[in-house]
C-alpha cells in the first residue's frame, strides 16, 4: 500500500524516476481498486450498460493524473522521453511496446536524474 500512497503523493510530479517496483506494485493496487469499487458500483445499482458506474467513474478521473505521471517516470527510468507514452494510441501493438519497455531493468544514472528509491 506504500507503493500507491507514494504514487498518489506524487499525484503531477512528471519528473524524475519511478522504479520497476514502485510502478508495478501501484498498477496492482490500482487494478484491486478498480476491482472493488466496480463491485460497489454493481451491487449498488450504480451500473450502466457498459459497466462503469458512479465510483468508477470518479475513481478514473481520480487516478488518470497519477497515473499519467507514474508511467512517465517509470519511462525516464528506463532512460526514455515521457513521449513515449503515447504509443498507446498506436492499436494493440503501441500497448504491447509500453507493457515491454515498463517490464525492462532501470537504469543507471541518467539525464533524468539518479536512481530512484523507494519512500
Known amino acids: 500500500?506504500?507503493?500507491?500512497?507514494?504514487?498518489?503523493?506524487?499525484?503531477?510530479?512528471?519528473?524524475?524516476?519511478?522504479?520497476?517496483?514502485?510502478?508495478w506494485?501501484?498498477?496492482?493496487?490500482?487494478?484491486?481498486?478498480?476491482?472493488?469499487?466496480?463491485?460497489?458500483?454493481?451491487?449498488?445499482?450504480?451500473?450502466?450498460?457498459?459497466?462503469?458506474?458512479?465510483?468508477?467513474?470518479?475513481y478514473s478521473l481520480f487516478i488518470f493524473l497519477p497515473s499519467l505521471a507514474v508511467s512517465i517516470r517509470r519511462l525516464h527510468d528506463t532512460s526514455r522521453s515521457g513521449w513515449w507514452a503515447l504509443i498507446v494510441l498506436v492499436p494493440l501493438l503501441g500497448w504491447i511496446v509500453l507493457l515491454v519497455m515498463m517490464a525492462l531493468p532501470s537504469h543507471t544514472d541518467n539525464e533524468y536524474g539518479p536512481r530512484s528509491t523507494h519512500v
Open 1 to 23: 500500500m506504500d507503493w500507491y500512497l507514494n504514487v498518489i503523493r506524487k499525484y503531477t510530479v512528471f519528473s524524475g524516476r519511478a522504479s520497476r517496483e514502485e510502478y
Open 25 to 58: 506494485y501501484f498498477m496492482l493496487i490500482n487494478i484491486l481498486f478498480t476491482i472493488v469499487v466496480g463491485f460497489i458500483d454493481r451491487s449498488m445499482g450504480w451500473g450502466h450498460a457498459s459497466g462503469a458506474g458512479m465510483l468508477s467513474g470518479l
